[in-house]
């Protein structure tokens, strides 16, 4: 019976959103049901860098405000204090928010800020003939 009651426990829901559902296990995306274990959370990279946000930038469905809100608050829930390794993982790969981002969230991924665009084609213009002169003039 105690074994039931903690599995139950672990399976309620503490948070949800549009996305992503936080449970005493951890954060499942609703759609995919990609799942990011409680006890992986705070993983890091070597240089310090969270590694959950620059996972997650590379996958075309996640979309980065709803992810953003599922996991800090999924960090508050249990207890992960937050550093600045975490901010600047957003920033890496979700990219800044700026103005003019054409995506409806606000973000802008720094690869399309840093992306090299392709030089612009020449145009071609029809080599001038010099104007004839008439022989009266």
Not at 48 to 75: H, I, N, V
Not at 85 to 114: I, Y
Request: aromatic residues 10%.
């Amino acid at each position: 019976m105690i074994d039931a009651t903690i599995a139950s426990c672990a399976k309620a829901v503490l948070f949800r959103n549009a996305d992503w559902t936080l449970s005493g296990e951890g954060l499942e995306h609703r759609t995919t049901g990609y799942f990011i274990g409680r006890d992986v959370l705070a993983a890091r990279r070597a240089e310090g860098l969270w590694d959950w946000p620059l996972q997650m930038a590379e996958k075309s469905w996640c979309r980065p405000s709803l992810f953003r809100e599922a996991f800090l608050t999924a960090l508050d829930a249990f207890g992960i204090a937050r550093d600045a390794g975490l901010s600047q993982a957003f920033a890496l790969g979700f990219g800044f928010r700026a103005g003019q981002a054409p995506q409806a969230d606000g973000f802008v991924a720094l690869a399309d800020l840093l992306r090299p665009q392709p030089a612009p084609r020449p145009v071609s213009v029809p080599a001038r003939r010099p104007a004839r002169v008439s022989a009266g003039a």
